[in-house]
């Protein structure tokens, strides 16, 4: 039997939302059945039926009210200054949420949401989808299995071209995404994958936020030093202003005894640097991957899966946890971690206030 | 409204039928409704079952018989030597094909289904996935507008290594798949790519078959010449003994003016090569794309689509020709496109008879 | 008529003077007639008779007394707390002197031999050789002529892995070569290659300098940022042990119009990179190339030059000043640039002291 | 003591002789001592003195006759149909002789100039320049050392695009260097590599050649089929008009166990694939590379070395012969080698008038 979902946000044109809907499609183990599509209820109406969505309502309190008992899981994505109220009363209706990132706008109300999901023993999934590429698996596994050695250093980077030059768009209005915008909208991405690649957290971070686009009244570029809980040193750059670049995901994980690299412009391989100068690349469908990465294959190798099958890996994993299984080692991001993303867009403004010097990292 | 869509063949752990169910569900223009799903009733039932697909059946005939009138499309994904009369079934019971290549094992049955699907009305369609790729497109774009120029020369490949060893499977099963594997396997999918990306046919063919990998009772491994309509000579490489390639699809297309190079490992971007010997390389998603490009987009720049992507992208535009729309310029292959590559199979075996002289390519 | 030269340093078994005599025998514009290729007398005996050095000392005090008149120039490649002493003799005789980087361990002395030089109206060069690189030149061409626009953000990083294991070696004598290794190693070259391309100059930096091979005394790795000339941030990562990493020197700069990156790996081409998400790859050797470049080639588009061509372009422009021909706008690093790079090292080491907060970079 | 050495041909302007020049004067192992740099005596006198070169001859024959006894070495590096008689005259007076592919433009005077050497008792060396990388010269140890498994494919091409429009040079010319140019130019470097690499011969050819430029007198495209010495089968694809590639030199070794990539694109590495699809990097400069790749690394590990180091490890190789050393099983290609490749010439000619058909290739 298919999951039952629901949808807020994502109306026509809304890139974000269509690639939600993809995901949940591709496996064909979800039906979108409800949603809500913007703010004009007509629009949304005849976008509900160009989907195939067959209870479209007015607004999400009215869907809430509803659905309740119908839908096994409702994706949130709409801009983060709304995620609080919606996921929230979703979760107190028993609905598990999908809300994209980053959870809220500050570390008190995305706790709340935390805690209201567990209050209601439901869950609070959110997409850091660049987790779910079956080769980010295999490099976690690598990790954990201590193939790397201890990690000494790590460099991660989001640095993207998409807003390179004045685009309008809630993302850079302070009041709706938050000034800190290049790490919210991809450092929090940076950082999750740092996390989930080697296992560990961050105790402090330095940030310099900047504007590299004139009159932009977000910062769209910034550049972080963190101390790993190994002691560990690492950084992450995160910018949507790095003229010319492409998506720009890229994480290195220097260990004792190895080196491992990903990018996201090539996510079908993985390379592992050897100390005497040697790569070895491993592809996606080998038969010699790790179980984590190879569950997740759908065609074989030499046939690339890309953003719209990890985005599908997220939920494939998100429908086995509400199916009731126990989640695996290697699973999705929840609550918590969305969560630790909301701390870590508060402390780079924290460093940035301070001339960009430390600042710890809370504690869990 | 979806589109209502069966399978015949596909079973548990056939890749080629999933290929086609998660190109189908991808975008929900299609509900897989029909099928049979191997030979054993039991499993193909239980198969349907996980799949969520309602109606399933003992074998292809009692399903033309009762999907008469139901069906819009059925998907023929069985070894070839049974693909002549499964699909003749559907299409004289006006239902649409999509089967799977090489058409059929000979050209005498490949011409009869064209003109089975014309006498009855209905499409005819060969799932030569990799032209629908989104750079491939731009590339047939570039090459139809004379961007460069007169075509000189054209160097396919496809040389996989996914038969490097040996492997039991219907394809080494000369009686199944006919004895020129490597040519219907793979070289099908270079020629048709070169066909696609020039606008140009083959007027002669002269090839050399041989066999890597020892004791294989087919052909695993043919270079052939061809010399194409305007009077250019080209190669095709095609294998699958290619030890240690992943899946080893490359073109590259050289005019008088510049140059292009695609290949599979890498869909997302075409390099395009000047005179002066600078590269330009072009990337999915990029606004500055023909139309026949940017219209297959579901994510946007730096967000790779891949391989089932490119399936669905041929199932999307089989759905504008099942509701009626007119074919685009560029468009899917059709039945006409999967004769002339089980010509270019019967031509390389002429030709290997005769020591890998020239053999005229029949003319339409 | 070839160009006398000497040598100090680079016995057997030492790399870089033996890359020296490369760059000096390539073009056949210098003749090697002179050295102290040593402490052993005896050793740097043989050794000077088997490179056909025709005189040679017990050491560098004997050579200057002896070779002033005769030598155009001498090459110091010694470990770097002897510098100052060696280079300083060899100027103050008149004697024009290439000294390898760090200049010196404090800038005092590093001033003092830029004094030294102009006070004797001879030539004081600092082999930084990437900035010799021909696409180098391209790009910092490119730069000047605005193809970039205003410069918005640079991200250097020099990360060897030449020492990701423990190396017995000067380097790594904080006695020797100074408690920051990685910046006086590399990081000068990252940091050098920085302002070549950008014509910018570092009005502060912050630095986190740091340990990654465990019980190492001097620190390997160094994350710095600096505010440029400009305004602009922009990031330099220095190491010698990043772990499976061949040479590691790359360059990203980034434009308000457009970007480049140029990375050693590969030093033939320069990519550079627009607005839309395209990229072009410019290859040494096209004949629409600046001059710049074009003047450095030896042989042609598609027959790589590396790093001793590169060494040797920066002993040709050498040669060119020591015949009397002004200076080039893009040409050699003088003891000005080897001064500014030991600044950088005493600002790297100034910050760590200071928790990684901000030094201001001293004025010229 | 440094080799005597001479050379014929390689005016201004001429870049092969060029390289030759720069390759000689790299390793400081030989001293260009005498010379006939063109027709022009007054031109090749000035050209002489500007090289540093002090004897210079009006032409080869008073060249002989002065420097029989003097030099070591004489670099033959005129057009084509000038090799047998220049070539010949320094072999007869015992001076060893490095004469540019192809070695002449008929089997039976490349024959005789063997002999000539032969008798002689000297040297007569082909620089097929490829084979003295570094990594071509590892990847040719592997192949010896089994790592590959038997042979089963190779796939090697040269294409060019250095005259994908109109040139005027003597090589376009049949009367200068035959009507074959394309295998004559670059297809016997592709033949010579495929050889040097795989230790095997050809023992049959077919060949289309074509003319892809329009109005060329010469065919500037040939696609070769070649059946080897152990019964596999391969391709040689040779151009100079694939518009827009650099300079396209490129071969793929395919063995039961694993394959092997090398181009000269990127001539530091060597890619390695496995049968599961993986992939492994080596790059020149590791430690663990074998001694035919590790003695003739200059700088090291990440160092880029390019087309004249491996033009100066032919001469290096060269000088150990001339000062009487055995040669190693890995060294430099003789005139041996040039007689196949002129074999191979005229070969893919008897092909051609034979509609593409197969060729015996001359026993030894």
């Given at each position: 039997m298919r999951l039952?979902?629901?949808?807020?946000?994502?109306?026509?044109g809304a890139m974000i939302g269509s690639a939600h809907r993809h995901a949940m499609w591709l496996d064909n183990q979800y039906v979108l059945a409800a949603g809500v599509f913007g703010r004009d209820p007509e629009a949304s109406a005849n976008f509900a039926e160009s989907l195939g969505v067959e209870r479209v309502y007015g607004d999400y309190r009215e869907m809430v009210e509803q659905e309740a008992g119908r839908l096994d899981v409702v994706a949130v994505v709409t801009p983060n200054d709304t995620h609080f109220e919606i996921a929230k009363a979703f979760l107190e209706a028993g609905i598990a949420v999908v809300c994209e990132k980053p959870l809220t706008n500050d570390s008190d109300t995305a706790a709340e949401l935390v805690a209201v999901a567990t209050a209601n023993h439901t869950i609070l999934a959110v997409p850091h989808i660049y987790s779910a590429y079956p080769m980010v698996?295999?490099?976690?596994?690598?990790?954990?299995?201590?193939d790397l050695g201890r990690i000494r250093f790590v460099a991660a980077e989001h640095a993207s071209g998409w807003a390179s030059a004045d685009?309008?768009?809630?993302?850079?209005?302070?009041?709706?995404?938050?000034?800190?915008?290049?790490?919210?909208?991809?450092g929090t991405?940076?950082?999750?994958l740092l996390r989930y690649l080697t296992g560990l957290e961050a105790t402090r971070v330095s940030a310099e936020l900047s504007t590299l686009v004139p009159n932009r009244p977000v910062f769209?570029?910034?550049?972080?030093?963190?101390t790993l809980s190994n002691g560990a040193p690492a950084t992450v750059w995160a910018t949507?202003?790095?003229?010319?670049?492409?998506?720009?995901?890229?994480i290195r994980v220097f260990g004792d005894d190895a080196s491992l690299e990903w990018h996201?412009?090539?996510?079908?391989?993985?390379?592992?640097?050897?100390?005497?100068?040697?790569?070895t690349i491993l592809a996606h469908g080998m038969n010699t991957l790790s179980d984590d990465s190879a569950r997740l294959t759908r065609v074989g190798l030499g046939h690339p899966e890309g953003f719209l099958e990890a985005f599908a890996n997220f939920y494939l994993d998100l429908a086995d946890?509400?199916?009731?299984?126990?989640?695996?080692?290697?699973?999705?991001?929840?609550?918590?971690?969305?969560?630790?993303g909301v701390r870590f867009v508060e402390a780079t403004l924290a460093s940035q206030v301070n001339d960009a010097g430390w600042v710890d990292f809370p504690a869990e």
């Open positions: 039952v979902a629901g949808m807020v946000g994502g109306g026509p698996r295999h490099a976690a596994r690598m990790v954990r299995n201590g685009v309008e768009q809630w993302r850079m209005d302070p009041a709706r995404g938050g000034v800190a915008t290049a790490v919210a909208d991809v991405h940076a950082f999750h769209d570029n910034a550049t972080m030093r963190l949507m202003a790095a003229t010319g670049q492409e998506h720009g995901l890229r996201h412009e090539d996510p079908q391989h993985l390379t592992v640097r050897d100390p005497d100068g040697g790569a946890l509400l199916r009731g299984q126990p989640a695996r080692e290697l699973s999705i991001p929840t609550g918590v971690d969305g969560l630790i």
